[in-house]
C-alpha cells in the first residue's frame, strides 16, 4: 500500500496525530495516573507512532517497534 505523505488528507492525519501524542505526553507528565492507565497511554502513543511511520516502515517492523 502506497501512502502520499503530500495529499492534504495525510498532512491533516499527521498533524492531529502529533497534537495528539503530545497531549498524551502532557497527561502522563501531570496525572497521578495508576500503572495501567499510564500502560494504556503509552499503548495509544505507541498506536499514533506506528500509524506516523506507515509510508515509510513495513508492517511488521511497526509491530515489533519500540514502545513507549
Known amino acids: 500500500m502506497d501512502i502520499d505523505t503530500k495529499s492534504a488528507t495525510w498532512l491533516e492525519i499527521t498533524e492531529w496525530a502529533d497534537k495528539e ?3 498524551l505526553h502532557l497527561l502522563l507528565e ?3 495516573l495508576s500503572h495501567e492507565d499510564t500502560q494504556f497511554i ?7 507512532k506506528a500509524l506516523l511511520a506507515m509510508p515509510t516502515v513495513s508492517p ?3 509491530a515489533s517497534g519500540n514502545y513507549e
Do not use: Q
Not at 503509552?42 to 499514533?48: A, K, N, P, Q, T
Open 30 to 32: 501531570v496525572a497521578r
Open 42 to 48: 503509552r499503548g495509544e502513543v505507541s498506536s499514533l
Open 60 to 62: 511488521l517492523h511497526i
Open 21 to 23: 501524542i503530545k497531549a
